[in-house]
């Protein structure tokens, strides 16, 4: 079904991240989408290890400049653009200095997690909603890779809930075996600022929990890995919302 406009929200994909099922599935999926004749989008995290060289990222100046407001603190917002490497498929890049600029990605080089990476998946979430409305673009399908994704939805259906502009557009959510780690305790104040409460996640708030939470939150969920861990396995088999498993590429336009 070509003509569709497909948006991707993903932490990692190939060649930007290598070695990863996530990164070579979101790659494939979008190349495919793309193309078919579809409309398609790619955003996510400018961490430190992406080379804005090598992959020739420029930023946008007519969408930087705006600032989110995590906690009470103003972080601007930066979007840099490039094309897939030798495809006309555009993947824009969420940058913050504060946020984004360390080499690792969601733990120190001792293997903790860093303090800071519930700020890092709000400031994403919404760093991406405010981008696509301001390039006036409107998604009839958004696809969830990553659990820094998982914020999005948690966000169009509480803070944007009264917003009309991602209304009629349809969200799926891929789950993966994610290296789960505990999320700062503080994380209720931070959504709290933004009206954001009586979530679930927040009695034990994880990488994982979230990604839970945020089943409740899209229309329908994949598994994005074939196998998944004992808790997101079970999670998936009792969500109400309606649920796939596992696709090959060629099956996934059939979801949308």
Do not use: C
């Not at 103003?74 to 840099?80: G, H, V």
């Not at 557009?169 to 104040?189: G, M, P, Q, T």
């Not at 088999?237 to 059939?254: F, M, P, R, V, W």
Request: aromatic fraction near 12%; charged fraction near 30%.
């Amino acid at each position: 079904m070509p003509n569709q406009k497909i948006l991707y929200i993903t932490t990692e994909m190939y060649p930007y991240q290598e070695d990863t099922n996530m990164a070579a599935v979101v790659n494939k999926m979008a190349l495919k989408m793309h193309q078919e004749g579809n409309d398609v989008r790619v955003f996510m995290p400018r961490f430190g290890q992406i080379s804005e060289r090598k992959f020739q990222l420029h930023e946008v100046i007519r969408l930087s400049g705006m600032n989110i407001i995590i906690n009470d603190l103003d972080q601007p917002l930066i979007i840099k653009v490039a094309s897939l490497p030798g495809e006309r498929l555009q993947v824009y890049f969420i940058d913050n200095e504060e946020y984004f600029k360390r080499k690792q990605y969601y733990f120190d080089d001792e293997g903790n997690p860093f303090e800071d990476n519930d700020e890092r998946a709000i400031f994403f979430a919404r760093g991406v909603i405010e981008t696509i409305k301001k390039l006036n673009w409107v998604p009839d399908v958004i696809h969830l890779n990553g659990w820094m994704a998982s914020f999005v939805p948690i966000y169009l259906k509480t803070y944007y809930e009264s917003d009309t502009y991602f209304k009629d557009a349809k969200i799926v959510l891929s789950l993966y075996n994610e290296k789960d780690a505990d999320l700062d305790k503080k994380i209720d104040e931070k959504l709290q600022f933004d009206n954001i409460s009586g979530l679930k996640a927040l009695d034990n708030p994880t990488i994982k929990s979230f990604v839970i939470e945020s089943m409740n939150y899209v229309d329908a969920v994949v598994k994005g890995d074939e196998f998944l861990d004992e808790d997101l396995d079970k999670a998936f088999n009792e969500t109400a919302t309606q649920k796939s498993e596992y696709l090959d590429i060629d099956s996934i336009n059939q979801l949308y």
